[in-house]
């Protein structure tokens, strides 16, 4: 699938067509507010481009209040007529930039904090401003300058900027209804992890730093389904209030979220991290929504904060929410139908999969006039009941199970199991809950890699593609299946067993895997097996930029059906060209003959495209 082919630049392009070339440099991107190409250097991708957008998309500030480029200038001393200090960012009070109209002044140069605040306070002092604020894409400060007896500057660290028209003293102050839905809550959390990884004692690896961060997102999202439209969430921290104050209300909510989903979290689970830098958590994150994120919240978190490390050992990569959800809509899941993930991570496909059933439910509650109640006890008894999840890594487990808990009830169905081993050797009660051959659908992305080879006579015997295959003597096209068994496999050939292993005859599978199984020589034997095994129906081809910036992998999709394959079917083919970030996680934007910003994302063209041309090819 191809998109239109518009200016396509790696940030924002501003909003009128008039202003803007139609052409960018190479090492340029389109700036954000003014329209001019500007420099693609680190700090301005990472840290200008991203605040602009931010003000504007996450605290409502208007465009035309803001001013980039070129540069705004303050004054050296009071009494220089001279402008001599650039600002990346100056905000105004009206679409009048003027001296006496500055609110807000941001400094994006790449200083660590302590100099950062200090560049911020000259600036501050030379102006009118009132707000600073120092972020380099992975820190900030945000300070608001008052005068004290005898003229003097005083200047005081904020939890979190104010949104526009809104005063200083009710940051914080937020009804359910008025928490924002961002579509880039990747750099929030960079920012968080990157600001605790250099401040805190104590705890300084990436696996520790997520489970704390992470027992606070349970917080949060807690506390967002906790409270009605109209009341005020307790995820907060205010002006003036002290880091003691923040501390304690998250210790009293995380205590709640124990008592209520004691199965999830032991009561020896606890928030170690010092009080300041709760305050900082909670101040960046109490501006925006978790459980409506358009993205997986929980596995964006997750991805930035276990770092590399955990992905290049265990070959685990997040799949893209985008991605996550045109799968599920292909797959099409119904209330009822038995579904499991035996790969779950941190719960993705599980979750956008009870989206999806919850909104058939809905229209089933509608049509049959059904009670609120009756509806939620029936959103708990599918999710509960028809929803399961396999994941080896314990943390990973946890994380899915909490999320399930909280959104859906769902947890019971998750299980800390290594999904290859044989089904013997599994958990009891997993055993008593998973059974091969029961499952409707079947959606996952395992781990994959040939770093990380599956060995043992254990699991490999389990498996056709645990043996050696070897061309036929009498037909070269043909491979044998040996009695012999291969020393290791690839986690991602024994998965694609496994999960043909867990559907019932016509059930449905959507699967991630390397391209090159597709298409090198080297695995023809595998296309073999799966053409006389199963019915494919579909392969989507996925740009390599899909799961970068952490591996360059060419992956696709695969869509089966658990049917021997009849004589001649048709088989959906698709290349994905755009899939919403370039090779740096950068939103790939375009603007459109009006001006408008339009995200290049094929992907939501998928599923769509999947119906027109194979109609009832899953139930045919």
């Not at 003000?55 to 303050?74: M, N, S, W």
């Not at 080297?522 to 591996?551: K, N, W």
């Amino acid at each position: 699938m191809t998109a239109p082919s518009d200016d396509v630049v790696n940030e924002s392009a501003a909003t009128d067509p008039e202003t803007a070339p139609t052409a960018l440099p190479d090492g340029y991107v389109r700036d954000f507010v003014s329209g001019s190409p500007v420099r693609a250097t680190p700090e301005e991708i990472q840290a200008v481009q991203v605040f602009s957008r931010r003000l504007v998309e996450d605290f409502g500030y208007p465009i035309a209040h803001i001013h980039t480029r070129p540069q705004y200038h303050v004054r050296q001393r009071p009494s220089d007529e001279r402008t001599s200090y650039p600002v990346d960012i100056a905000v105004f009070s009206s679409s009048t930039h003027v001296e006496d109209n500055l609110d807000l002044v941001v400094e994006c140069k790449r200083r660590n904090r302590r100099e950062g605040r200090r560049q911020l306070e000259i600036y501050l002092s030379m102006s009118h401003a009132s707000i600073g604020v120092w972020f380099n894409g992975d820190d900030h400060v945000y300070l608001l300058k008052r005068y004290v007896a005898g003229g003097a500057i005083a200047f005081d660290e904020l939890p979190a900027l104010p949104r526009y028209r809104q005063r200083v003293e009710d940051i914080g102050r937020y009804r359910r209804k008025d928490l924002l839905v961002s579509q880039a809550l990747r750099p929030i959390f960079r920012d968080v992890r990157n600001h605790l990884a250099g401040n805190l004692v104590g705890i300084t690896r990436d696996e520790s730093l997520a489970q704390q961060i992470i027992n606070l997102l349970f917080c949060k999202v807690y506390d967002e389904m906790d409270k009605g439209p109209e009341e005020y969430v307790d995820f907060r921290a205010g002006f003036n209030e002290s880091p003691e104050t923040v501390h304690q209300r998250m210790m009293d909510l995380f205590a709640d979220v124990k008592l209520r989903y004691g199965d999830v979290f032991s009561k020896t689970d606890t928030i170690e991290i010092d009080p300041a830098s709760i305050a900082y958590v909670v101040g960046e994150l109490q501006n925006y929504s978790i459980t409506e994120a358009s993205r997986d919240a929980i596995g964006e978190a997750f991805e930035v904060f276990i770092g590399p490390a955990l992905r290049g050992t265990e070959g685990q990569f997040f799949t893209p929410r985008n991605v996550v959800r045109m799968m599920v809509d292909v797959l099409d899941p119904k209330p009822k139908e038995l579904l499991v993930d035996p790969a779950c991570g941190s719960g993705g496909f599980l979750i956008v999969a009870l989206e999806h059933v919850w909104r058939q439910i809905e229209a089933t509650a509608e049509r049959k006039h059904w009670s609120e109640q009756r509806i939620a006890e029936e959103r708990r008894y599918v999710a509960s009941q028809y929803f399961k999840g396999i994941e080896k890594d314990r943390f990973l487990a946890k994380v899915t199970k909490a999320y399930m808990a909280i959104l859906g009830d769902g947890r019971s169905g998750v299980y800390p199991e290594n999904s290859l081993l044989p089904p013997g050797a599994w958990d009891p009660a997993m055993q008593r809950d998973i059974a091969l051959g029961t499952f409707d659908c079947v959606v996952t992305n395992p781990p994959f890699g040939t770093k990380i080879p599956v060995k043992g006579k254990e699991v490999l015997e389990q498996f056709d593609l645990g043996h050696r295959f070897e061309r036929s003597k009498s037909d070269k096209s043909v491979y044998e299946r040996k009695d012999t068994l291969l020393e290791s496999q690839p986690p991602q050939l024994l998965f694609i067993e496994r999960c043909l292993q867990l559907l019932k005859p016509g059930g449905r599978l959507g699967i991630v895997l390397p391209e090159s199984i597709l298409g090198m020589p080297t695995y023809a034997y595998v296309v073999q097996y799966l053409r006389a095994r199963c019915t494919i129906l579909g392969v989507v081809s996925m740009p390599e930029d899909l799961f970068q910036p952490h591996t360059h992998a060419k992956t696709c999709v695969v869509f089966i059906r658990n049917t021997p394959p009849p004589a001649d079917h048709d088989i959906f083919m698709s290349v994905v060209e755009w899939c919403g970030h370039d090779s740096r996680g950068n939103p790939t934007v375009r603007r459109d003959s009006e001006g408008n910003e339009v995200l290049l994302d094929d992907v939501p063209m998928v599923a769509e495209s999947f119906r027109e041309l194979m109609g009832d090819a899953w139930s045919s």
